[in-house]
């Protein structure tokens, strides 16, 4: 009686060979040293979908308006104000007062022939978020034209300055003599000599 052999000899004791396993191919193995990667970039792939589908929602805008001020014994006055964004970008869009038949917003831009810039009327300014825009002498304005009655030291006047997304917002701007306004907005070294 003939034994099988389980250990893959023949009776007479050569081995045979086994079953033969298959390599895998070139292709297989790159795709499986590079799979972490594929993952990583099939997610980022997902999120930037996401994004785009459903963009996030810029937070709002969150405005103060500080230490507004108007120029005294001028006509048209200058009006400053500190607007202080604690939120997502705005834009100033314009403003008004019952004090003077209009006011512009002037932005200061560079000038080849005056160094300190010249003041320009624009539409709107831009409110960055989470910052401060300071309208102040040197600086950019509001210029009230067509007072309804001379400005005096001491008085208020209701100032209102309208935001493309903070909407209207209304202060009592307190009327100074320009020197009382560089001495509270600019800090000492941007004073001229003589208004320290």
């Known amino acids: 009686m003939t034994s099988t052999s389980t250990t893959g000899d023949t009776p007479d004791g050569v081995p045979t060979p086994g079953p033969v396993r298959k390599m895998p191919s070139p292709i297989y193995r790159k795709i499986r040293r590079k799979a972490p990667i594929l993952v990583v970039v099939f997610c980022m792939g997902i999120l930037v979908f996401a994004a785009f589908a459903s963009p996030f929602k810029k937070p709002p805008a969150a405005i103060d308006l500080r230490l507004p001020l108007v120029g005294a014994d001028t006509n048209p006055a200058a009006g ?51 910052s401060d825009l300071r309208l102040q002498p040197g600086s950019d304005q509001l210029l009230l034209e067509g007072l309804v009655k001379p400005l005096v030291v001491g008085e208020k006047i209701q100032l209102t300055l309208r935001f493309e997304r903070a909407g209207n917002i209304t202060v009592e701007a307190d009327v100074q003599t320009y020197l009382e306004i560089a001495d509270r907005m600019l800090p000492s070294r941007l004073k001229l000599p003589g208004e320290r």
């Open 80 to 130: 400053y104000v500190v607007i202080h964004n604690a939120g997502g970008s705005d834009t100033l869009l314009g403003a008004s007062t019952p004090a003077a038949a209009s006011v512009t917003i002037q932005q200061r831009r560079p000038s080849p022939t005056d160094p300190a810039g010249i003041l320009e009327a624009v539409d709107s300014l831009s409110v960055e978020g989470f």
